[in-house]
C-alpha cells in the first residue's frame, strides 16, 4: 500500500518511498470472502459482481429462484450478517491490575463485548482454538439479550455498561410477548457463532449450553453455519428434578456440539475417549487391601465387594462394581461374550486347554474374525474357558486396562451441587445465580481438547470454563490456555447474589469473573502448577481517523490538519498503542513486551509471541535517530514499527530498505 492516502494528503509524504500503515481497523471481512471466492471461481463473477445463479450452477447445485425455501431466516438476519461482516476499530487495552502475574500468564480474561472482542481476535487466533464452549443467555425471557448496534458497536457497550455518561436503560431483559422475541436471540447469536468458527482449527470442535427455550432454533442456527454434517450430538444433562411441575418435570438442558470439520476427524481415525468416572478410587482401594492383605485374593476380593457395595444408586461409578473377581492386574470380570453380534457370525474349532477336546460354540458363531485371532486373544490372557468343554468360554476384561470410554451422550449433573461447589469459593456466599459444574466443564475440556491447546469461552459468566482449564491442567506438563470473555454488566443491589457480590466490591459481572480466578490460582493445587491470567479491556482505538470538516473553511481545514499530524489521540499510553500494534498484527494476547535500550534511552520494546514464533521491534518516540535505528541491527525480515511523524525522509529511506517498515 502507498505511503501517502487521500485521507492524509496533507501531512508529511516521504515523496518516492512505500511505507505499510499499520492497519486502523480490523479486516473486511466480507472483502476478504469475496477475494477467496473470486480466485477459486472466477467465473462466478460477472461484470466484477458476484452472480448466484451462475455460481450455483458451476457448482452442479440447482437454484432455487422460488419465494418458498428451505432454511432458517428471520426479520432482522440481513442486519445480523452486516453486523458480522463490519470491521471494528476496538482494541484491547493490557489491565496489570486485575492480572495475576501479567508477564507470565498463559491464560487471559478480557472485559468487554464478546462480538467487538471477537473481531479484534480474529487476526490473532484465526483457525487456532480447539475448544469453544459458550453458555449464552437462554432466552427465557427473564435474561439479558445484547442489543447490537451497527453505527457504533464500541459506543453502545460503554454506554450499557455505564461507562459513558448516557443512562444505562437498554439493559432490561426482553419480554416474551414483545415481538421478535426468537429473532432478536438468533440475530445476536448468528454474527457470534460465525466468528466463532473462524477461529476454530480444523479438529476444533463447539459445545453451546441451551435449553428448550432455543434449542431448536440453536440447532438450526448452528446447520447454517459450521454445516448439518458437522452437528456431533446433542448432550442432555439432568440438572434437576422439579417436583412443582405440572405437566411435565423439564429438568434438563443440552450442550449442543459441533465439529469444524467432522469429515475430516473421520479421516483422521479421531476416537474421543474419556477415564471411565471412579477408576483411580478404586485403583487407590485395591493399592491399599494390597499393602493390608498382600496376595490373599480371597481377602482383598471380599474388602473390594464391601468397598463397592458403598456406592449409592445413582452413583456413576456403579457398573465399575461389575469388576468384582481380582488378581495381581487388579480387579476384573469375566463373563464378556465372545459370539458375534446379531449371529451369523464364523465358525471354527477351538480345543479346551486341559481336555483337549472342542469347545461349546455360541449359536451366533465366534466374535473373532479367525481362529488365528482367537488364539492371539487367548494367548493375551484374555479368553476364560470353562472347567471342561462344556461350557462355551467367556472374555476377560481388567478394570485398569480398559479404564476410558466413549462420553455418554447423557449425564446427571445437578444445579444445586454446581451452585455449592461455586459457592464454596466466596467463602460460601452466593455471588452468581446459576453457575455451571467446574467438574463438568474439565471433563469436558479433557475430552475435547489436549494439553497445550487454546480453549475459548465468551460468554464466560463466572467463569466456570476457565476453571475447567485450570482443573484440567494439573499435572499436565504443557498447560491447555484458556481465553475468557465476559461484558462489565453490572451488578444490582436487591437479590442475594447482587447483595453478596457488592458486599465484596465486585460491580459487574466481569469482577465476579475476575475474582473467582484469583481465588481459585490462590488454591494450593493451582498455585503449585504455577498458573497466571492476564487481563486485557476492550478499549477504543488509540489512533484517530480523519473525520472530515464540519464548515468547509481553510481554518477548519488547517485546524484538522494541526491535530491529525500524529494520528495516535491525545493522551495515549505506550503499552496500550504496542498492544493494538500486535492485534492489528495478529499477534497472540500471551505476547511478551519487552524493553529495548537504545542510544539516547528511547522507548522501543521488543514483542515476541511464543506460540507463532514472531517478533517486532516498536520505538514510539516523537523522533528517531540514526544512532538509535542502528543499535536494533535489523535485518529484510525483520518488522519496525513506529510513529509516521518520527521519521524524516531521510530516516524514511534508510529503514524501508533495511527492514519491514510499517508506521502509525
Ligand atoms: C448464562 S451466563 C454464563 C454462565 C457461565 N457459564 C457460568 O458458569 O458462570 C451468560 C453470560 O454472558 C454474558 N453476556 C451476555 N451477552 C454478552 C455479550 N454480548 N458480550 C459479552 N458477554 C455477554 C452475560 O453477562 C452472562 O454473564
Redesign the pocket.
Known sequence: MAWRSADRAATKVHMTIDIDHVADATPDLREAMLDRLREAVPEAFVDGKLDVVNLASLAGEATDTAAERYGLTWPGKREAIAMLQAPTRATLAPDRAESTNFDKAEHVFIE??????LKVLHRSYQGRVKLI??????NTGK????P?DFADPLDR?LRITGQKDAAGDLLTSLPERSGRFHSNWLS?MYP?LSHARQLLREDGFIVV?IDDAEQANLVRLMDEVFGEENRVAVLVYDRNRKNDAKLFSVGHEYMVVYARNKAWLKESGVKLRAPKEGVEEVRAEFDRLRDIHGSDWTKIRADLISYYNTFEDEDPRLPLARFNKVDEKGPYRDDGDVSWPGGGGPRYRISHPVTRKPVKQSVRGWLYPTRKRFIEMCAAGRIVFGPDEKTVPAIRSNLFEADTQVMHSVTFSYAQT?TQQ?NAIFDNKKV?D?????AD?ERLVRYLSEPGDIVL?????????LHGVLRANIGERTPRRGIA???A?PIEAGSESGNNALALGLKT?ADV?RERIRRVLAEAEHKNTGANVRCFKIAASNTQRWKGVQERTVEAYQAQLDAFMDTLTPGWKVEDVIWEVALREGYSLTSRVEPVAVPGGGTFHRVTDPERGWSFMIGLDDALTFEQVRSLGLSRDDLFVCRDTALDDTLAANLALQCRLKVI
Open positions: 468487554g463485548e464478546n462480538l467487538e472482542v464452549y459458550i453458555d449464552p443467555p437462554y435474561d439479558f439479550i445484547y447490537d457497550y445476536m457470534r449450553s454446581a461455586f452468581f446459576n453457575p455451571k459444574s467446574y466443564l469461552d465468551f460468554f464466560a459468566g463466572s467463569n466456570t470454563t470473555v465476559q461484558m454488566e459481572l469473573s
